[in-house]
């Protein structure tokens, strides 16, 4: 598609749709970057999740359901 036909398509929406094709736009700037075709991924931070879980002190011992099979 050309650029002119694009912009006619969009001229034809009612208010309500060029406000979505707009956020799709800015939806798909921040997907890639720089013409990029993969999106981008962010960085994962190491220890990021310290703190939040706890396990209990028993943790590694047999459950009680399972001891007739022991």
């Not at 736009?25 to 720089?34: C, E, R």
């Not at 028993?58 to 099979?69: C, G, I, M, Q, S």
């Amino acid at each position: 598609m050309t650029e002119k036909a694009i912009l006619s398509e969009i001229h034809s929406l009612p208010e309500n749709l060029r406000l979505e094709v707009m956020q799709y736009i800015s939806f798909l700037k921040n997907k890639y970057v720089n013409g990029s075709d993969q999106p981008v991924q962010k960085k994962r931070v190491f220890g990021m999740a310290k703190g939040k879980y706890e396990m209990s002190d028993d943790f590694d011992e047999p459950l009680d359901e399972f001891k007739a099979y022991m």
